[in-house]
């Protein structure tokens, strides 16, 4: 049997933050750290909100969309107008930023969202590379293939040199530009809305055991999955003291949706088994 | 009886683009300007993206995310934490611009909707004007209101000097900053969804009326309303030959859906007038 999982709980205050502290006598779980966080966002998504230096006397930041795709260490690669202003701004001076923002759902506060902003220098894609960055571009862009070879666009590569991470109220940090190369995008990113709610229309029973017995949550009395990835997954604890985010590890880690369900199934087993043995 | 409607067809090409092209004879039905069509965008959205500049040795163009709200110049207001980069930036230097975008329907191509970049100088609001820019900023964002008293956050104004608009593809301009302080945000803006979707589901042979009879496209066969706003509506009309937007001006200007009902039914009343004494 794999290592009991940990629990790892954090208090939901009003004001929508989250404040961490790990379980008194019990290990934090492992989580994404902020690099693959950042690396899983950015790849989720293909386009944002590009910071040029406009070429004007006053120099201001210049804010425009642009679509993306990514090369292999996460530097995005823009296809852009010889025309319009950012890549006009751009030739004048390769200073840059990337801002991508998680979608943010119906009615949330926009500022508990995630959000990564990739600063760094953007320079025309060299001719030897244009084949692998139209193809990378194309793939998170298909709805582009009809102006793929238009003669008066090119592509730009953002080469990533600082980070910053704010994951909502609590969590930012700046991420090394080199573990933000590094990392991997989280594999289950793709899957994890499905994964989610799966578990809230079919699994609340079991997640109430989780709460209950592998998070030290005794009094919970309703809990929901609110995220996944490789390494665990979050839930919302209802208890009659209120509300709590609570984190539990898997036992190994999770690259697909199979092994999250082997995985669920030996965690219920794992609780029930604790339940059977505690004192009344 | 109200002066007819002028046409004004727009033909779609397979790019997703459009080319204007006043009706043969005719004259051009009114349209928003586009500094009103920036005001209407900025108005109807509470959240973009800001561009400031970075407090590193670098001075990368810093994107982030930041609600909104709107003095009466639409000027953006923001209450923004001291803590944060985009705060620590202003401070050391002004210059900043807020993207702001419309919202891009589900599969359709991001580089057709509308944007606009409002280019200028932060600062913070004055001490006297803190309660008008306070009570605009939570019209804006009634969310907001848990924190809106917090000690370490303070309200900026972006006064805007210059502005480029992007209403998709072919349809862009650098903005007068004087125009667009001017300008009002469209009065139908909030019900044009409404109008879109009751024209649709309930006039789609109004609308066929209105394609042959008041924008010469006799060929029509379909047609559907894409937008309407104060001074008109547009539609897809869909004959033999394809696809092309048509543009169709009201008698009158138009404030309220109530408006745009009793201008429909003349308008309606005009095209049968106009089937009835053609020659066949």
Known sequence: MAERPTGHQVPIGDE???ASSARPGGGTPPEPSHAERCRTLVASESRGALSTLAADPQGYPYGSVASYGLDDRGNPLFFVSLMAEHTQNAMRDPRA???VTEPVPDGADPLASGRATLLGLLSPVAEDDRITARDRYLEANPTSAYYIDFGDFVFYLLDVRRIRYVGGYGRMSWVDAAAYAE????????AAAGIIEHMNADHAEAQVLFCRHLAER????GASMSGVDRYGFEMIAVSPAGRAAVRLGFPEECTTSEQVRQAVVAMVSDARDIAATAPR
């Open 16 to 18: 929508g933050g989250v």
């Open 97 to 99: 930023s990337l801002l």
């Open 218 to 221: 005794p009094d919970t009395t």
């Open 183 to 190: 990392a991997e995008p989280d594999p289950l990113a793709a």
